[in-house]
């Protein structure tokens, strides 16, 4: 038994993105009809290419792909799962839950719970935190939970739209979490800053049922302005926050940039 004090640590990484689905921005704009040039797009975005899953393949389906990759990486079998945290906004089915579909899909054991988030790009983070958290109230026991990012969004996008059909695409991400001794602390934030106008679909929940599948109130509307003050607003201050818990700040209160490895930011394009 070690002295050093155990964290929550990734020890596996999996993806997957449809490769037969893979479209340029020419092929997007000739698929879709909309007005705009490859240069355009990707001078205004920086994409040049991303990923729309053929008919047939389910979010669920990718999830199961990229754990099932991750999984590998982590040497792991698939009876050591605790938990499995699945994140997404294009579920297969209203119910049952996409992430109880991947577990069934792993062969996860009963007592592995499946956890489903719907809290768009924020998600994946979300269910870091909670998978972590869960792992840490069990330190001894060795186990392992599996966080998962899947995402449908081209079938959710206006394809009229070009704000933005241009911007969302398809694939899934996973991560496996385990306990490690000597690990780094982790440390995190976050900010709710509500606003319905920013990103929403108008219907097709409880509140507002869809009129069939072209209705186009079922798909996706962005204030893309707004999405990017948000994201850079917010961005910047739970920057410092998680720096704070971290020890991270210098002695005027910013960032000690000499202190960290990697910074991977969303890109609020």
Not at 108 to 119: G, K, L, Q, T, Y
Not at 144 to 166: K, M, Y
Not at 243 to 254: E, V
């Amino acid at each position: 038994m070690s002295d050093l004090e155990s964290y929550p640590t990734i020890v596996g990484v999996g993806m997957f993105v449809p490769e037969q689905g893979q479209l340029s921005n020419q092929e997007l704009i000739d698929r879709i009809g909309i007005q705009s040039t490859p240069d355009w797009i990707e001078q205004h975005t920086g994409i040049k290419r991303r990923y729309w899953a053929p008919d047939g393949v389910l979010a669920s389906d990718m999830a199961t792909a990229a754990s099932r990759e991750a999984m590998d990486m982590a040497g792991m079998a698939t009876h050591d799962l605790a938990s499995l945290h699945l994140a997404t906004t294009s579920p297969d089915y209203p119910t049952p839950s996409t992430a109880s579909i991947a577990h069934g899909n792993l062969g996860a054991p009963e007592a592995c719970a499946a956890v489903e988030i719907r809290a768009a790009c924020a998600g994946f983070i979300m269910g870091m935190v909670a998978a972590s958290n869960g792992l840490r109230m069990q330190p001894e026991d060795g186990s392992t939970a599996l966080v998962v990012g899947t995402e449908l969004t081209s079938r959710r996008v206006n394809p009229h739209d070009r704000r933005s059909a241009i911007l969302f695409g398809d694939g899934a991400g996973a991560v496996v979490l385990r306990m490690q001794p000597g690990a780094s602390r982790p440390a995190s934030a976050s900010l709710v800053h509500p606003d319905r106008e920013a990103v929403y679909t108008p219907a097709g929940g409880c509140a507002q049922p869809v009129d069939g599948p072209d209705d186009m109130k079922g798909r996706l509307v962005m204030d893309g302005p707004a999405v990017k003050k948000h994201a850079l607003d917010i961005m910047t201050c739970v920057s410092r926050m998680s720096a704070f818990k971290a020890g991270l700040l210098d002695g005027n209160g910013k960032i000690d940039w000499s202190q960290i490895d990697l910074f991977v930011p969303h890109q609020a394009n």
